[in-house]
Nanobody, 123 residues
Framework: QVQLVESGGGLVQPGGSLRLSCRTS????????IAWFRQAPGKEREWVAC????????YYGNSVKGRFIMSRDNGNNAAYLQMNNLNAEDTAVYYC????????????????WGQGTQVTVSS
């Protein structure tokens, strides 16, 4: 049984930083791409970033490019999202997802999801 658990969310002031973690169990991450999505109240789920399984290339959505950095640690079955220069539009529940061999922005690509961690950016 594949499980993903996100952590690291919280309340941060505009301009601040947070680092999210995603730890997986029940599978080895080597084979899969791993992605972060987010969903704000009343909005659709939005793809944030993904790191491929083949060469650890990272891909980012336009709204976070240049501010967020995603990485993965296959040895520890974990992935991370370093979020910098946060603003109110980044407020959302952040989810990690895996189960696809390749990165993509469609949520339907990923068969396994965590429960999410809340990120709130507010002064």
């Amino acid at each position: 049984q594949v499980q993903l658990v996100e952590s690291g969310g919280g309340l941060v002031q505009p301009g601040g930083s947070l680092r999210l973690s995603c730890r997986t169990s029940g599978t080895t991450l080597d084979y899969y791409a791993i992605a972060w999505f987010r969903q704000a109240p009343g909005k659709e789920r939005e793809w944030v970033a993904c790191v491929s399984s083949s060469d650890n290339s990272a891909y980012y959505g336009n709204s976070v490019k240049g501010r967020f950095i995603m990485s993965r640690d296959n040895g520890n079955n974990a992935a991370y999202l370093q979020m910098n220069n946060l603003n109110a539009e980044d407020t959302a529940v952040y989810y990690c997802a895996t189960g696809s061999r390749f990165c993509g922005a469609g949520s339907g690509l990923y068969g396994y999801w965590g429960q999410g961690t809340q990120v709130t950016v507010s002064s």
